[in-house]
C-alpha cells in the first residue's frame, strides 16, 4: 500500500506507527494495554511501564518510529542486544542483554551507558564515538572487561558488535515516504554474548595440554638419563684397548681421569704406555690368564701410579673382547690414598694446629685432669705446662667466678655432656680476662669414654661490648620513660582544657583555654619532629639544599621563631651582630633549625627574668655564633656526654617540660653535615651555660643581604577545595578553618566518594588522607592522574605517614604535594595561595 517490500523496516515501522496510533485512541479506555511494537517479551512490559519523563527521550508516546522500531527489533532477538539512543546513549535492552547485567538491572534501563559501565567506558567511548560520527561498525571476539555487576570487580570475556542504527528523517502519519534518506545516526545497536566459560575453558584445555606435553618431555628426559646412566659409570673408567696397548675406546669417566674432555683432539690417539707405568702390561696379562681358565670377568685390583705422579689407578676388572681387543675397568683411587696419608699425619696436624692457635686448646681425662694443655696456656698465664697439669690451672680462677665453673665442669665430665661455661682468669700480668670455654665429651674407637677436649676463647673485649649494650638499652628504656612522661604533660593540660570547654559555661572559657591548647599541641608537634628528623639524618635520608646564606637573617629568624617562649618566661634576649657579612654555605632551613633548637634549650634551662645573649662574629674564616644564658647551668660530669642521643641530666629546676635529649644531638648532626663544630661550657652549678657554634665561611660573597621570600597574595575566593578523610573530625575541622577564610570547601569521607563528586564539583585542590579504609588515596589518586580533564587538580597528601618511603609513594601516586599531620595551617594556607 505505502509502496515498501514485506517486512522491510520501513513497511514495519508504517505498522508500528499505525498501531501506536491506534494505541493512542484506546488510550482513554485502557491505558494499561501493552503497545504490539513491545509485546513477545518480559523487557517490553517493563519498557512500557519505565518512567521515561526525566531520560532524553521524554515519554515512551513521543518516542520516534524509527526508536520504536529499533526496540521492537532488539526486543525480537534471541541474543542478547543493548540499544544506545542519543546523544546521551541511553540504555534499552532485551531480555538476553537483562539476565548479563547481574546487579545493574532494573537501575540501567533508561541510564546512560557511561554511568551504568563506568568501569568500562574507557574501552566504549571511542567506539561509540567512531559509531555515532562515523558511521563505522565494530566487532570484537573474546574481548576482556573488567565489569562491576555483582558488587565486585571481575574479569569476563564477551564477543561484540557495535553497529549504527541510520535516523530517517520523515514525516509519518499513516505511512512512511519512500523517498526517506537517511541523514545521520541516532543509535548504537550493540550485541552481546558472554565467552567467559569458553575462554577459561580453552584456557584450562590448553593448560592440561602443556602439563602432558611437560611430563611427557620429564619423562623421555627421564629414560635417556637412565639410559645414559646404565652406560657411563661416573667413577669407573672403561677402556677398550688392543694387543698394542692402543686405546681404542674410553667413556668419559675416563677421560676425566685422564685429564680429557670429550672434544679434546689428542683423546682419540691415547696409549696406555703413555699413561700407565710398565706394570700395566703385566698386569693385564695376568688378567688375560685368569680370565681364558675362568672364562668370565675376572675381578683382579691392581694399584698404579700415573707416570705423571698426579693420580693413583685401580684396576679392577678386565674381559678379553673378540679378536685382539680387551675391555679393562679401572678406578680412580687418589683420593683413598690421601685420606690414608691424612690419617697418618691426622695427630701431628691437630698438634701443629692446636699449639699454633691464639685460643687455649686443652684434653682432660674422665677425672678432670689435664692431659694436653697447648702452648698458649705457658704465653697467657706465664706458668710450665709442669705447674698447670693436671691440676694447676684450677688456681688461675677467679674467686668469685670459680665455684659456678667447677660445678658446671665437674657436671659435664659426670653426664658426658657439653660444657659451655665463662670464668675470668688471672694472666701473667695480673690482669683478670674473661674466658667461654667449650667442650665435648669424646671416646676412643671402641666407643669408650675418655674424657672431654675444649677450648677458652677470650671474650674480654665482647663482654665489655655486651655491659655497653645492656647500658644503651638501659638508656632505651629510659628514653622510653622520657617520652611517655613528655607525652603526658601536655596531654593533661589538653584534657583539662576540653573538660571545660564542655561545660555548661565553657564557651566563656575558649579564649582563655585556646592559647593553652595551642601551647601543648605545638610543643608535642615538635616531639614527633625532633624525632623523625634524627631519624631521616641516621639513615643518611636528608640531603642539604647548600647555598650562599646571610647567616645574619638566619639568626634573626631562629630569634624571631622563639620569641614566644621567650616572652613567656619573661625573660631578655640580647642580639649581638657584626657588621660585616657573614655569608656561609648552607641550609637555609637547617641553619635557622640549629640556632632555634639552641635558643629553645637556652630558655628550657634558665628560670623566669633570665637573660640570654645572642652573639655573632667573624673568627679568622670562620662565623662564630655564641648562645649563652644566666640559667642553672651544666654539671662537670654532664659536659662530655652533652651531645650523645638522649642525653639529659635530671635535676630539680628544670621545670615540667625536660625535652627527650635529642635536639642537642641534632645541632651536633646538622653542624657536622655543615663542616662546622659546637661546643658547650659552663662553669658549673646555676652558673649558666654558653654553646659556640663555629662555621667555614664561604667563598662567595653578595653584594647585599638577601630579604624575607615575598609572600604569595591569597584569594580564597577563587578557589575550590575538596577534603577527603574517613575521621569525620578531622575533615569537618578542616573544612571550618577554610571556611573561615573564605574558601569554597567540601568534604567526602572516602576515595569512591570522591571520584563520584569530582565530575561535578570540579575543585582547583583536593586535601586527601592517605591511610582511608577500603580504597586509599594512592589508589584514589593514581585513579585521577589517568583522567585528562583532572590534570589541573592539585593534590595535597594531608597524612600521618612521613617517612621516606610514603612521600616517594605518595609521589609516584600522583600526589604534588605531601603533609603530614598535624599539618601546619600557615604552611598549608601558603600552599593553596602558591597554587
Keep these: 500500500m505505502l509502496g515498501f517490500e514485506q517486512g522491510s523496516p520501513q513497511c514495519v515501522i508504517s505498522i508500528l506507527c499505525q498501531k ?17 511494537w513491545l509485546q513477545g517479551s518480559e523487557m517490553g512490559a517493563l519498557i512500557f511501564t519505565h518512567d521515561w519523563i526525566d531520560s532524553s527521550l521524554g515519554p515512551i508516546s513521543a518516542w520516534s518510529p524509527a526508536l520504536r522500531f529499533a526496540v521492537n527489533m532488539i526486543l525480537l532477538m534471541p541474543s542478547a542486544v543493548l540499544l544506545l539512543w542519543g546523544p546521551k546513549l541511553i540504555q534499552i535492552y532485551n531480555d538476553g542483554y537483562r539476565n548479563l547485567m547481574g546487579a545493574k538491572h532494573p537501575d540501567g534501563l533508561g541510564q546512560p551507558v557511561s554511568e551504568c559501565w563506568p568501569e568500562v567506558w574507557h574501552f566504549l567511548a571511542p567506539i561509540c564515538e567512531g559509531v555515532m560520527e562515523r558511521r563505522q561498525s565494530f566487532s570484537f571476539d573474546d574481548q576482556p572487561l573488567v565489569i562491576n555487576r555483582t558488587g565486585s570487580p571481575e574479569e569476563a570475556f564477551f564477543k561484540l558488535t557495535y553497529s549504527p542504527v541510520p535516523d530517517i528523517k520523515d514525516s509519518f502519519s499513516r505511512e512512511v515516504s519512500p523517498d526517506a534518506k537517511q541523514t545521520g545516526v541516532s543509535g548504537v545497536l550493540v550485541t552481546v554474548t558472554e565467552t567467559t566459560e569458553l575462554v577459561r575453558a580453552r584456557a584450562h584445555e590448553a593448560k592440561k595440554i602443556r602439563f602432558k606435553e611437560a611430563l611427557a618431555e620429564q619423562a623421555l628426559r627421564e629414560s635417556e638419563q637412565r639410559f645414559c646412566q646404565a652406560l657411563e659409570i661416573e667413577t669407573v673408567g672403561i677402556i677398550f684397548f688392543d694387543s698394542e696397548n692402543r686405546i681404542t675406546e674410553a667413556n668419559d669417566a675416563f677421560l676425566e681421569m685422564s685429564g680429557f674432555s670429550r672434544d679434546d683432539e689428542r683423546a682419540g690417539a691415547l696409549r696406555c704406555d703413555e699413561l700407565i707405568p710398565p706394570e700395566w702390561r703385566m698386569s693385564t696379562s695376568r688378567a688375560a ?44 683411587i687418589t683420593e683413598r690414598k690421601r685420606v690414608e696419608h691424612s690419617l697418618r699425619e691426622s695427630e701431628a696436624r691437630f698438634r701443629a694446629l692446636a699449639e699454633a692457635s691464639p685460643a687455649l686448646i686443652w684434653q682432660v681425662d674422665p677425672q678432670g685432669n689435664a692431659v694436653y694443655l697447648n702452648q698458649r696456656y705457658q704465653y697467657m698465664f706465664g706458668k710450665s705446662l709442669e705447674e698447670l697439669m693436671p691440676t694447676g690451672w ?24 657439653h660444657l659451655r661455661q665463662r670464668v675470668r682468669a688471672r694472666t701473667a700480668e695480673g690482669e683478670w680476662r674473661w674466658l667461654k670455654s667449650y667442650a665435648l665429651p669424646w671416646f676412643t674407637v671402641r666407643d669408650e669414654y675418655a674424657g672431654h677436649v675444649g677450648i677458652s676463647i677470650d671474650i674480654t673485649e665482647a663482654v ?16 622510653l620513660a622520657t617520652l611517655a612522661h613528655e607525652l603526658r604533660n601536655p596531654l593533661a593540660p589538653i584534657a583539662s582544657a576540653l573538660t571545660l570547654i564542655a561545660g555548661p559555661d565553657g564557651a566563656a572559657e575558649i579564649p582563655r583555654l585556646l592559647p593553652v591548647i595551642n601551647r601543648q599541641v605545638n610543643y608535642m608537634v615538635r616531639l614527633v619532629d625532633d624525632l623523625l628528623e634524627i631519624s631521616r639524618i641516621t639513615s643518611g635520608k636528608v640531603e642539604l639544599r647548600q647555598k650562599p646564606t646571610d647567616l645574619a637573617i638566619v639568626l634573626r629568624n631562629a630569634a624571631e621563631a622563639s620569641m614566644e617562649q621567650i616572652r613567656e618566661k619573661e625573660l631578655e634576649l640580647s642580639i649581638s651582630i657584626t657588621d660585616t657579612p657573614l655569608i656561609v654555605y648552607g641550609d637555609t632551613v637547617r641553619l635557622e633549625q640549629i640556632f632555634a633548637n639552641l635558643l629553645n634549650n637556652a630558655v628550657r634551662y634558665t628560670g623566669r627574668g633570665g637573660k640570654i645573649w645572642l652573639t655573632a662574629r667573624q673568627e679568622d674564616h670562620k662565623a662564630v655564633v655564641s648562645v649563652k644564658d644566666n640559667g642553672i647551668g651544666i654539671l662537670p660530669g654532664m659536659l662530655p656526654r652533652l651531645f650523645d642521643m638522649f642525653a639529659q641530666e635530671r635535676r630539680s629546676g628544670m621545670g615540667t617540660q625536660e625535652g627527650l635529649g635529642i635536639g642537642l644531638n641534632l645541632v651536633d648532626r646538622l653542624v657536622q653535615m655543615h663542616g662546622g663544630s659546637v661546643e658547650a661550657s659552663s662553669e658549673g652549678k646555676d652558673k649558666g651555660s654558653e654553646f659556640t657554634v663555629r662555621l667555614p665561611l664561604s667563598e662567595i660573597t653578595t653584594s647585599g643581604k638577601s630579604g624575607q621570600s615575598e609572600k604569595v597574595a591569597f584569594a580564597p575566593q577563587e578557589l575550590r577545595v575538596l577534603v577527603v578523610d574517613d575521621n569525620q573530625d578531622a575533615a569537618e575541622v578542616l573544612c571550618m578553618l577554610l571556611q573561615s577564610m573564605g574558601v569554597d570547601v567540601k568534604a567526602v569521607d572516602s576515595g569512591p566518594a570522591a571520584l563520584a563528586t569530582l565530575p561535578h564539583y570540579l575543585p582547583d585542590v583536593v586535601l586527601m588522607d592517605i591511610g582511608m579504609p577500603g580504597m586509599d588515596g594512592n589508589e584514589v589518586a593514581r585513579r585521577i592522574r589517568v583522567q585528562p580533564q583532572f590534570n589541573n587538580i592539585k593534590l595535597i597528601a594531608l597524612t600521618g605517614w612521613g617517612q621516606e618511603k610514603d612521600r616517594q609513594l605518595s609521589h609516584e601516586s600522583g600526589f604534588d604535594h605531601h603533609l603530614t599531620k598535624p599539618v601546619n595551617f600557615k604552611v598549608l594556607t601558603e600552599l593553596i595561595a602558591s597554587i
Design 394 to 417: 684450677r688456681e688461675l680462677l677467679h674467686p668469685d667466678d670459680a665455684p659456678a665453673y667447677v660445678a658446671a665442669f665437674e657436671r659435664a665430665l659426670h653426664d658426658r655432656a
Design 289 to 332: 690368564e685368569e680370565l681364558k681358565a675362568m672364562g668370565r670377568v675376572a675381578p683382579h685390583e691392581k694399584e698404579l701410579f700415573r707416570k705423571d705422579g698426579s693420580r693413583w689407578w685401580a684396576l679392577i676388572a678386565m674381559k678379553q673382547l673378540l679378536g685382539n681387543e680387551a675391555v679393562a675397568y679401572v678406578v680412580d
Design 20 to 36: 501506536e496510533e491506534g494505541m493512542n485512541e484506546r488510550e482513554t479506555t485502557s491505558c494499561a494495554e501493552l503497545p504490539g
Design 464 to 479: 665489655a661490648a655486651e655491659t655497653a649494650l645492656l647500658e644503651a638499652d638501659r638508656r632505651k628504656d629510659e628514653f
